[in-house]
């Protein structure tokens, strides 16, 4: 069974930084694209950054490039996502979902989400 | 601000048909980007429905289609089911954009 379980979500300061995490399980991680898609409360879904099975494909939304940065640990079947200067914006729960296809094309298993909230 | 326009809401009673609209643009639906729908209950993650515009993953029932036809895409629902109470999103791919996955705006779902 497919599972994807996010963690190191909280409350953080405007200006601060957060890293979180998406262990996987039950699949051959290191043969699948991955992603972090974020939906701040009472709002609609919004994809955040991608990355290739092998970490040599990198994408990010204009809102967070140059702030948020994904990685991959293959070794560890683990998904990260480090997040810096953080703005009230940012504020959201996190799923790490995988991409089944080589290239961005549709997401088929989530996690549970992780809450970020960002607030002074 | 999303590329891909859903209705707010749709509701229908107990056994109805209900169908929720996608409509984008030539940038994205229009130029033959293939469309995904995800269904979100309340309170959980999404989970996906529909990809490749028609296909359902095995375990998802047959009372839920797809269709795409021009700029836009469709996702009905038959026999309507108190357990079909979630919110629907449709995504797909938008050329004009650094964005490569777009969300549509969401469409709740209300079973009367």
């Known amino acids: 069974e497919v599972q994807l379980v996010e963690s190191g979500g909280g409350l953080v300061q405007p200006g601060g930084s957060l890293r979180l995490s998406c262990a996987a399980s039950?699949?051959?991680?290191?043969?699948?694209?991955m992603n972090w898609v974020r939906q701040a409360p009472g709002k609609g879904l919004e994809w955040v950054s991608y990355?290739?099975?092998?970490?040599?494909?990198?994408y990010y939304a204009d809102s967070v490039k140059g702030r948020f940065t994904i990685s991959r640990d293959n070794a560890k079947n683990s998904l990260y996502l480090q997040m810096n200067s953080l703005r009230d914006e940012d504020t959201a729960v996190y799923y790490c979902?995988?991409?089944?296809?080589?290239?961005?094309?549709?997401?088929?298993?989530w996690g549970q989400g992780t809450l970020v909230t960002v607030s002074s | 601000q999303s590329v891909l326009t859903q209705p707010p809401s749709v509701s229908g009673a107990p056994g109805q048909r209900v169908t929720i609209s996608c409509t984008g643009s030539?940038?994205?639906?229009?130029?033959?980007?293939?469309v995904h729908w995800y269904q979100q209950l309340p309170g959980t993650a999404p989970k996906l429905l529909i990809y490749g515009n028609s296909n359902r993953p095995s375990g998802v029932p047959d009372r839920f289609s797809g269709s795409k036809s021009g700029t836009s895409a469709s996702l009905a629902i038959t026999g309507l089911q108190a357990e079909d109470e979630a919110d629907y999103y449709c995504?797909?791919?938008?050329?004009?954009?650094?964005?490569?996955?777009?969300f549509g705006t969401g469409t709740k779902v209300t079973v009367l």
């Open positions: 995504q797909s791919y938008d050329s004009s954009l650094s964005a490569f996955y777009v």
């Open positions: 990355i290739s099975s092998s970490s040599s494909t990198i």
């Open positions: 979902a995988r991409d089944p296809n080589d290239y961005p094309y549709y997401f088929d298993y």
């Open positions: 039950g699949f051959t991680f290191s043969s699948y694209s």
């Open positions: 030539s940038s994205n639906i229009g130029a033959g980007y293939d």
